[in-house]
T-cell receptor
Framework: GAGVSQSPSNKVTEKGKDVELRCDPI?????LYWYRQSLGQGLEFLIY????????KSGLPSDRFSAERTGGSVSTLTIQRTQQEDSAVYLC?????????????FGQGTRLTVV | TQLLEQSPQFLSIQEGENLTVYCNSS?????LQWYRQEPGEGPVLLVT???GGEVKKLKRLTFQFGDARKDSSLHITAAQTGDTGLYLC??????????WGAGTKLIIKP
């Protein structure tokens, strides 16, 4: 596709269940980012991928959060044993590097609600 | 921890008024980006400023990068209801790292 695609758009899950969020970046973009955004707020960095490796995982809030990227393309963010505080919009972005001369392209996000 | 302080966090003004949003940091950035986000969508890039002192204009929007490349401002002239949205600044810290401001929620009333 022409843009970054995320699925599902919305996810409601029960506390304690695991969820998987998917991101399809723009073809050819080697950099991929996951962010979390609370209602009307700024972006909280979670993880950055360069190709299939994640040189910066510093933003993952706990060991319940993990992410992988395969084939230098699709990425999955997994949240285990979800808690109510995990409720947020999870945004994925992809870009070329270096960012100085380009931009990050965002998907529409996955709105996660933990009940 | 690098921080980018964005102000105000919320602004509600009448159509036709002018406004300015600020982003300030103690860190130097190689460039600074401004994004706009609509409800239910991801942020979309408005502009990138690279050179200290640089001024870029996008119709009624004027973006300025501080001389020391630590701060930036977004000025909107004669705001319109279509300008309503969440405005985010992001400092480019390295090849891949973006340092984000908390966002300014702008509401333009008719």
């Amino acid at each position: 596709g022409a843009g970054v695609s995320q699925s599902p758009s919305n996810k409601v899950t029960e506390k304690g269940k695991d969820v998987e969020l998917r991101c399809d970046p723009i073809s050819g973009h080697t950099a991929l980012y996951w962010y979390r955004q609370s209602l009307g707020q700024g972006l909280e960095f979670l993880i950055y991928f360069q190709g299939n490796s994640a040189p910066d995982k510093s933003g993952l809030p706990s060991d319940r959060f993990s992410a992988e990227r395969t084939g230098g393309s699709v990425s999955t963010l997994t949240i285990q044993r979800t808690q109510q505080e995990d409720s947020a919009v999870y945004l994925c972005a992809s870009s070329l590097i270096p960012l100085t001369n380009t931009e990050a392209f965002f998907g529409q996000g996955t709105r996660l609600t933990v009940v | 921890t690098q921080l980018l302080e964005q102000s105000p966090q919320f602004l509600s003004i009448q159509e036709g008024e002018n406004l300015t949003v600020y982003c300030n940091s103690s860190s130097v950035f190689s460039s600074l980006q401004w994004y706009r986000q609509e409800p239910g969508e991801g942020p979309v890039l408005l502009v990138t400023v690279v050179t200290g002192g640089e001024v870029k204009k996008l119709k009624r929007l004027t973006f300025q990068f501080g001389d020391a490349r630590k701060d930036s401002s977004l000025h909107i002239t004669a705001a319109q209801t279509g300008d309503t949205g969440l405005y985010l600044c992001a400092g480019v810290q390295s090849n891949y790292q973006l340092i984000w401001g908390a966002g300014t929620k702008l509401i333009i009333k008719p």
